[in-house]
């Protein structure tokens, strides 16, 4: 039977898409594929008559056939969207229309079985097999919920063996990108194990969960009684039977694996309940509380507060969830304003890592007050949950760590992922490199393109085993059980980082460990380490510790920190009439460069009620709006700002005359390129500047708006925020998800302060 309807398409990716399937993800695809001008004409083929005049009637469909070989006949891409039960089925039915060249590919959300299923019946055909999975859905089904949006911002996975013909494989890639989805590529039978565990396991366990209940005498009244938590976790017991025996039984070996991994766990939580065993109950609670939000941030590569924010509703074939957006906002801010108020800006970052750090490795419990609750601190504090310790919160900042001592680490089940944190990578490479188990440190795309070796290579020098990935980078492998000898290490360049590598692979070492810095660095681990009781042996440049220690645990205040604090003292600086107090920062000798430079640049800052906060100076700084002039910034000072400079670089665009900076090597490899992304975004304002290896000259004076890419650098964005201030036109700043790894709250502070910033 042939039905017939019409549609014209322009410039299209394929000629004739053939659906197989029409029901929800079939015709979804179709819609999609109508709405993006993907094709010149869609057929669809189906068992239903009555299908395919609906699909036609909506018009998503230009004619269809229930015989399979004649729906696909001259068609260029074929989509099966049918059971995964009966695709070798339907492949052999529609193999004989099959055109020379011809493209297919399918949606079914177990790949091994499809992909030995393709092999069976495509034969010649099956190099431009292209099998895939897209991970999306809603709760209403067939053709009449077909929606051509249901793909934006979700994930698309696809699979191609090897026999896959790689073209044919870009060409699929391209299809789904043009319907708005993001596509991401596995190995088939890896697929199927990460699918068990994440969405074929919960749905067992939800229907078996209901199942057991409804066999209780009492259950009517159980489940009139039951509460959201219940409603919520039995929710996809109410997903279809006849798809999930299915899934159930075409992805068997993974299913039952994962059971068994659940089982274990179950084994596990039962027991410290038997045994009132309060550490292994709460260290079960605190990894789970937020190892979903860590677990979705390892598998996107993104972020641990976009993660948090999701609220998942569904899975993986029919959900609403958007936990695989590919959002990344965009901060739009309007010209002019000043800044006003009392500003308390997050707590130091520095230091809520290394609180964290120190913290699990104490001996007893310690409080900590003031921690940042961004992404980064955050990659620190899943870390050490993840190698065995308790931790409880962080609420308000407020976090409870039940430390282990130095030797009572256990090896964590998967690589830590550190997200963008290279503070977090660089630290825990030192502190790892004497422990007893091996580990792995990895990262999202841009922590993986940061360098490694100038942490790796003098730990080697200790007798650490450390690799790391292509040209030094991340992914790090460390192996555990080597014995470390203490040695002299003179930095080659400043580095507190590295310093502060050495100084922790030296806690695991035999005999003294000393440092020499060429300049002075931030000494957040020296003066931490004293406070947890470890002598920690200051000589100018040099520090220097013996192995073989412990640390004593305490309570520890995390004052505010000095580079989320730099945005707001650039930013009343440079904007009249401005003027803003900043609470509680911390003004630690090594990290108040910033206010250095901007005092000699002419910036009217106090420091008032300065006092002391956990051996940590503090103080309340003061900012009025100033003009500023252009200075040759003293290179002993580049050091003691080297995470400020973005937001120096704008107060130098505002000053009168040039500002120069050179020395400043470090700023090539952080985040990003710091000095050639802040050279990109001042010329498309039209600041004046010329750039060099080590630093950059800025000429001060009026500027315009215009369009500016951060490349995923917080420090960036956040700097070009305040850059508006000044501005004649409006600024847009691209790519600002992660603001959050230092900062979040960001954009709420500054519009609250008087910036006019909008958020897409």
Known sequence: MQINGNAVMSEPLFNRIAVIGLGLIGGSFAAAARENGLARSIVAGSRSARTLEQGIALGIVDSGSQDLAEAVAGADLVFVSTPVSAMGTVLSALKPGLSNGVIVTDGGSVKGNVVNAARDALGAHYARFVPGHPIAGKEKSGVSAADAKLYRDHRVILTPTDATDPAATARVRALWTGMGAEVLQMAPDYHDQVLAETSHLPHLLAFSLVDTLARQGDSTEIFRYAAGGFRDFTRIASSDPVMWHDIFRENKAALLQALGQFSDGIDRFRQAVENEDSDALMGIMTRANTARAHFLAMNGRTSYTRAHSVQSVGDDTTMTDNTHATTNPTFVVAPGGQLQGRLRVPGDKSMSHRSIMLGSLAEGVTQVEGFLEGEDALATLQAFRDMGVVIEG???????????????????????????????????????????????????????????????????????????????????????????????????????????????????????????????????????????????????????????????????????????????????????????????????????????????MGADIRLENQRDAGGEPVADLVVNAAPLKGIEIPEALVPLAIDEFPAIFIAAACAQGDTILRGAEELRVKESDRIQVMADGLAALGVSHQVFDDGIRITGGEFGGGEVQSHGDHRIAMSFAMAALRATGPITIHDCANVATSFPGFAQLATHAGLKLEVK
């Open 394 to 600: 962080p609420h308000n900042g407020q976090v409870t760590i039940h430390g282990v001592g130095l030797h009572g680490l256990k090896a964590p089940e998967k690589a830590l992922y550190m997200g963008n944190s290279g503070t977090s990578m660089r630290l825990l490479t030192g502190l790892l490199a004497g422990q007893s188990f091996d580990v792995e440190l990895t990262g999202d795309a841009s922590l993986s393109k940061r360098p490694m070796e100038r942490v790796a290579k003098p730990l080697r020098e200790m007798g650490a085993q450390i690799t790391t990935g292509t040209d030094g980078r991340p992914p790090v492998r460390i192996r555990g059980g080597q014995s470390l000898k203490g040695f002299h290490y003179d930095l080659p360049m400043a580095s507190a980082q590295v310093k502060s590598a050495v100084l922790l692979g030296g806690l695991y070492a035999d005999g003294e460990t000393s440092v020499t810095e060429p300049a002075p660095t931030r000494d957040h681990t020296e003066r931490m380490l004293g406070g947890f009781g470890y002598e920690v042996r200051r000589d100018g440049a040099t520090s220097a510790l013996s192995g073989g220690g412990k640390l004593t645990a305490g309570k520890l205040e995390v004052p505010a920190d000095i580079s989320s604090a730099a945005f707001f003292l650039v930013g009343a600086s440079i904007a009249a009439n401005s003027e803003v107090t900043l609470p509680h920062v911390g003004i630690n000798p090594t990290r108040t460069g910033v206010i250095d430079i901007l005092k000699l």
